[in-house]
């Protein structure tokens, strides 16, 4: 949490701050069935109190294997979510109040993962990237609206005349440009993206990563990138959080992150990976897999998996504890026993 | 290794000008072009390419479920001499599961969710290996020991939904181990997983398959995958193979220009870079694929003859490639070099 007070500038909030969040979901079964079966309600801790900031013009991304709970922080971080506990806090003002004011509304935006399903296939791409102006009712003239839709489809390497066609006759590489564009037409300085590029082939995954970056630096843009794909994640973020079953595990700077990763579960994801240099070479995978995080294991979440473990790791959840730049979550590096 | 080259005179699959083809209302489009490959015994054949490049339709087309209307339309298809792109449907069920296994990408779908795994495992084993009931229920056990399902002996009478995603993929190697097949058709097999359990997916895959001498046609779009697990990798774009050779080389020192901007615009996990190298445009839909080469809208170093003239693969000092550059004849020589040390042509 003394993390948050680091932000760059002087004076200037940062762009996103999200303080101790976490958001439950009730995955009780029926009240019936409940009492019949003598069962207690049940409750799913899909982000269960993380803390971070995003100052401006820079790029946090959240990484972890399915069900961390990245995405749901996604969601909380534009308001798609509620939260249960702890608070959202958007350039200094708390979400909640900043979503009820259009004009603040407008200045996020998100891109989701799959660029076939969040496109309406019977609407013109004109009609799509023109939503947000429209719901915003910020250029109430069609000319000025059609105007504005050619220039944001070139500015992400589509054309004007594409706006006249429909979702189907473009390829997944060149739909997420549109939802790119779609996310852009609103002006805003922050952008949610969940995942932008895991739907799509790597050559293509090249090209939004590049539009994506190079958008960055034109227009000061602030992202939260989640994604599964260190590679990826390496090649955008200025920070790096890496989450396990809810919670942060680490966070720090992405170089400081693949140079001196510090959380045993870091290191296990990245001895994982395979790459393209090992030709042949025989690793040790993480054995085991991610709990249940509707029955967490008690003490720190990965200890059942990690090398590391002892009593303490068993009986004491971890908190964040200050590494260098690096914040981590665990025992084992708190008394340097990682280090043996 | 050097054992196995004896045998290498005999391939155990042996794909012969493959074309594959689906008729609609607007014409006939093809899905494969002339493609023809070879995988030997205990050999893990990597086949790779963007969606849509084909490498799933020449699993199907091996294991005999090409989605209708699609047909084989040209070509052969032979296991261990023997032609099997002709058979009979029933004569090709019964080599389907003895001789040949096949790993689909999305283990809920491959299982059937009503019968347990121990049911499904049996059935399977009944229907290929000539043994009893009980001796089946052994041999099921046995095999989701092997792929290391703790407990084996309580969880064979459970249902698929009641194991993890990484669970029920090892389920479903064993089932398409279990009859000790000599092929083993995998497409995708780790793609809906998370990397720490497609890390242990693949080193089980590969334990398996070198103990038992199995041949392993691997089809991904994950070139990490490939480089850690394939001994030969094929590259396909627009229904053709592009490129086919050692993996360190295709990898290394890609001969194909596409194959070249495949690796190049993987991002590299060891260091950050400005900019990716990134192959504008897509690949052609089937129905647009140009005359020439399909690949020559997008490639840096097209000349004339490209455009008008289809390339078959060439000979690419390790590799094998269906460029121009590597014609002897073409005026037009390799201008690019691969990534890697190897010097070629």
């Known amino acids: ?340 | 290794m050097n054992n196995l080259s004896a045998k290498a005179a005999a391939p155990l699959l042996e794909v012969r000008n493959l074309r594959v083809e689906f008729p609609t209302r607007r014409g006939t489009l093809t899905a494969l072009d002339d493609v023809s490959f070879s995988i030997r015994a205990g050999e893990v054949l990597g086949v790779v390419g963007e969606s849509g490049a084909g490498k799933s339709m020449t699993g199907a087309a091996i294991i005999g479920l090409l989605e209708p209307p699609g047909r084989i339309a040209r070509g052969e298809i032979l296991l261990d001499g023997q032609r099997i792109d002709n058979l009979p449907r029933e004569k090709m069920r019964r080599i389907r599961g003895k001789q040949i296994g096949a790993i689909f990408q999305d283990p809920l779908t491959t299982l059937n969710p009503l019968y347990t795994v121990g049911r499904q495992l049996q059935e399977t084993i009944l229907t290929h290996l000539p043994m009893t009931p009980a001796q089946a229920r052994a041999r099921a056990i046995h095999w989701l020991e092997e792929v290391g399902i703790p407990g084996a002996a309580q969880r064979i009478d459970s249902y698929p939904h009641e194991f993890s995603g990484g669970m029920r993929q090892r389920v479903v190697i064993a089932l398409a181990l279990c009859a000790e097949p000599r092929l083993v058709v995998a497409d995708e097999p780790t793609t809906a997983l998370d990397v720490s359990i497609q890390a242990q997916i693949i080193a089980l895959l590969k334990r398996l398959t070198r103990e038992h001498g199995t041949a392993v046609m691997l089809v991904t779009h994950d070139m990490g995958v490939i480089a850690e697990t394939a001994d030969r990798v094929a590259v396909m774009y627009a229904g053709r193979l592009a490129e086919i050779g050692p993996v360190r080389e295709v990898v290394k020192a890609p001969r194909h220009p596409y194959s070249a901007g495949l690796m190049a615009s993987i991002p590299p996990l060891d260091r950050k870079v400005e900019h990716l190298a990134q192959i504008d445009g897509a690949m052609p839909r089937l129905s647009a694929i140009p005359r020439g080469c399909a690949y020559y809208p997008r490639c840096p170093h097209v000349f004339e003859r490209c455009r008008v003239e289809r390339p078959d693969l060439i000979d690419a000092g390790t590799t094998r490639a269906a460029c121009w550059l590597h014609d002897p004849a073409s005026e037009k020589q390799v201008p690019f070099s691969g990534t890697g040390s190897t010097v070629h042509v």
Request: hydrophobic letters at 40%.
């Open chain 1, 1 to 340: 949490m003394s993390d948050t007070a680091r932000s760059q500038g002087a004076g200037q909030p940062p762009m996103l701050e999200v303080r101790d969040v976490a958001r439950y979901f009730d995955v009780s079964r029926p009240l019936l069935q409940r009492l019949l079966a003598r069962e207690g309600k049940r409750t799913l801790r899909a982000v269960d109190g993380i803390s971070f900031a995003i100052p401006r013009g820079t790029t946090l991304s959240l990484v972890g294997e399915s069900g961390c709970g990245k995405s749901t922080v996604a969601r909380l971080a534009v308001g798609l979510y509620g939260t249960t506990r702890g608070e959202v806090v958007f350039d200094g003002n708390d979400l909640s109040s900043a979503r009820a004011d259009a004009a603040q509304r407008r200045r996020m935006q998100m891109i989701f993962q799959d660029p076939y399903a969040s496109l309406n296939p019977r609407w013109r791409v004109l009609d799509i990237v023109a939503e947000p102006l429209r719901a915003f009712g910020l250029l109430p003239d069609r000319a000025a609206r059609e105007k504005r839709v050619g220039e944001l489809l070139t500015q992400v390497g589509l054309s004007p005349a594409d706006g006249q066609k429909f979702p189907h006759e473009f390829s997944g590489g060149q739909r997420q440009r549109i939802s790119i564009a779609r996310a852009l037409s609103s002006n805003p300085e922050f952008l949610v993206c969940d995942e932008p590029t895991s739907a799509l082939d790597v050559s293509v995954q090249a090209q939004i990563l590049n539009l994506m970056k190079d958008l960055q630096r034109r227009m000061g843009l602030t992202y939260l990138f989640i994604s599964h794909n260190l590679a990826v994640v390496r090649q955008v973020s200025d920070r790096i959080g890496v989450m396990y079953l809810g919670r942060l595990v680490e966070l720090a700077p992405s170089e400081t992150l693949f140079e001196a990763p510090r959380h045993p579960y870091t290191r296990a994801l990245m001895e994982a990976i395979p790459d393209l240099d090992m030709t042949g070479r025989e690793r040790i995978p993480v054995g085991g897999e991610v709990p249940s995080p509707i029955s967490p294991p008690s003490g720190c979440a990965f200890n059942p998996r990690c090398p590391l473990a002892n009593d303490r790791c068993r009986r004491e959840r971890p908190g964040m504890t200050r590494a260098g730049a690096t914040l981590v979550a665990c025992h084992a590096v708190e008394e340097g026993r990682d280090r043996q």
